[in-house]
């Protein structure tokens, strides 16, 4: 049976019974570290920044952009398991976490973005600015205000309200703006630590609620030492960190889908192609 946000998928071999091998989606947590040189992509970036009309654009922009095209290349990505069955996502979207201000105590709401087929870095990087900016303006969305009610009852009232969230999460019952805004029900739970400070990419986890099977964190930009052809150069490196619900896709799978973000974001001028443009790289 279909979900609000899924079509079911009939699975075979490994991937019918990996869910009742590991039926949580913690147990299939599986991390993946790995170094893009993005020197290109930091150029890039200049050159936009000089512009007015493209001066808002942030990196965090350039890597969900890279991230879109990912999941519209890869489509097996978009897929989630849920109440032991797998489904395709019918749209692609990025969950991220806003702080209200850059200050410790400064509170964080969540929210989520779909990216369109025709999207491209700039159509996003004006949706996503003014949607960061209501959500900064914003007193609280529908999930932030159901969780500051739900953590002001007492331990068992909260223990069974999640346990009803989480059956009705299950079977298809959660009000839909819940799940909009949830970036626990998100293509990619994205999470940019460079942007305070933060030097590599940490190690994050997936949940068991929700539907979101593939979280991506990312470290700061940083000149480091790089032999290319044999010769020492100095480039701009990023770190990424990827959590997957391995029930999803195998090894093999997730290696070439990293092969190809790799390829997006050190040829940034693809960011301009609309998302759902596909890049052959046995041809490159």
């Not at 071999?13 to 091998?21: S, Y």
């Not at 999460?169 to 998100?186: C, E, F, G, Q, R």
């Amino acid at each position: 049976m279909n979900r609000k946000d899924g079509i079911k998928i009939k699975t075979k071999g490994m991937f019918a019974v990996m869910c009742f091998v590991m039926p949580k989606r913690c147990d299939s947590d599986v991390y993946i570290n790995t170094k893009v040189d993005v020197t290109n992509l930091v150029a890039y970036l200049d050159k936009l920044k000089k512009k007015e009309e493209t001066s808002h654009i942030t990196f965090f922009h350039l890597f969900a952009m890279a991230s879109g095209k990912l999941f519209y290349n890869k489509e097996r990505l978009n897929n989630f398991i849920i109440n032991k069955n797998m489904y395709k996502r019918k749209w692609v979207s990025i969950g991220f976490v806003a702080k209200k201000e850059f200050k410790e105590e400064s509170e964080e709401l969540w929210t989520q973005t779909r990216i369109e087929k025709d999207d491209n870095i700039f159509t996003l990087s004006d949706r996503l600015s003014n949607q960061v900016k209501g959500v900064r303006n914003a007193k609280e969305n529908s999930v932030d205000k159901l969780i500051d009610n739900i953590g002001k009852l007492p331990y068992f009232l909260r223990w069974l309200i999640f346990k009803g969230l989480i059956f009705a999460d299950n079977h298809d019952l959660l009000p839909k703006d819940l799940t909009d805004n949830s970036i626990y029900h998100s293509s990619l739970l994205m999470s940019n630590i460079g942007s305070i400070g933060c030097d590599g990419a940490i190690y994050h986890h997936l949940t068991d609620f929700g539907t979101n099977g593939l979280l991506m964190t990312i470290g700061k930009i940083k000149e480091e030492p790089v032999v290319i052809d044999g010769k020492v150069e100095i480039r701009k490196m990023c770190e990424f960190g990827f959590n997957l619900d391995e029930r999803i896709a195998d090894g093999f799978y997730f290696i070439r889908c990293l092969d190809l973000l790799k390829y997006i974001l050190e040829n940034p001028k693809t960011l301009e192609d609309p998302a759902e443009t596909k890049y052959d790289l046995n041809k490159k």
